[in-house]
């Protein structure tokens, strides 16, 4: 088997690599300043979520790690919209054309409608001040506009994707196979290993680590058994490995 850190391409990040905020912005060549960016390359778009109490949106990790559910985006704040969290998340902009939401939405409607593949996306989820993880590819699969309580929001369901990794991407199934972990297990490992390489103290270049890999068995619930490596010691691991 291929190993994960050599097949990776060297354009993206693996799944559980933990970035900052300066390096995801140089990595694709803009300034993030929101959440939803519908093809930032001709075949990729980017989702920036986040689950901390703050967070303006709500967004949800599902189904044990392999899909995500993303909420839409509000209205801006204007004069004329004083609280953009009473009002329905806007479709279109007012010239006519698509907001982001929309745009996601006719990317889920087309492909239900076979007329074009499943959009691709890159997830990345904010775990600290400056601090991000890539949560890997995912396959936009379908879209709600559904009531909160309030007023209606989009509602995004994003499935992990496993074929574009391998095609597109080129990288190894065991990586492909990488569960997302739960947000409140990644703040408390970041936390409890204090942002450094449990075995070097290295700051960058770090990853959420598996002790025991999933494909042998190994369970993503807890903090116990994932920790912060750098790319240096993730790689010698693997190479023990087999
Ligand atoms: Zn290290």
Known sequence: MINSS??????????GEIISYLDMCKQWGVSFQRGMHFHLRPDVSVILMSRRKNAPYRD?????????????????KTKNCSNPKNMDQPR?????????NGL??????????????????????????GIWAFNGFFHLTDCAFESDGIRNVFKFRLELAEKSLETSQGLSNELAHTRLIPSPVKLEVWTRD?????????????????????????????????????????????????
Do not use: M, W
């Open 6 to 15: 050599e097949a990776r391409s060297p354009e993206f990040p693996a799944p």
């Open 60 to 76: 949800a990790i599902e189904a044990g790690g392999l899909s995500l559910k993303y909420e839409g985006h509000d209205l801006p």
């Open 92 to 100: 279109k902009n007012p010239g006519g054309s698509l907001t982001q």
């Open 104 to 129: 996601f939405e006719k990317a889920v409607l087309d492909a239900k409608k076979g007329i074009k593949p499943p959009e691709i996306i890159a997830v990345y989820e904010k775990i600290h001040r």
């Open 194 to 242: 204090k942002g450094a390489c449990v075995l070097c103290g290295a700051k960058d270049n770090l990853h959420f680590d598996h002790d025991v890999p999933y494909s042998k068995g190994g369970s993503s619930v807890t903090a116990k058994n994932i920790r912060l490596l750098c790319a240096r010691h993730n790689l010698s691991k693997h190479d023990n490995i087999e």
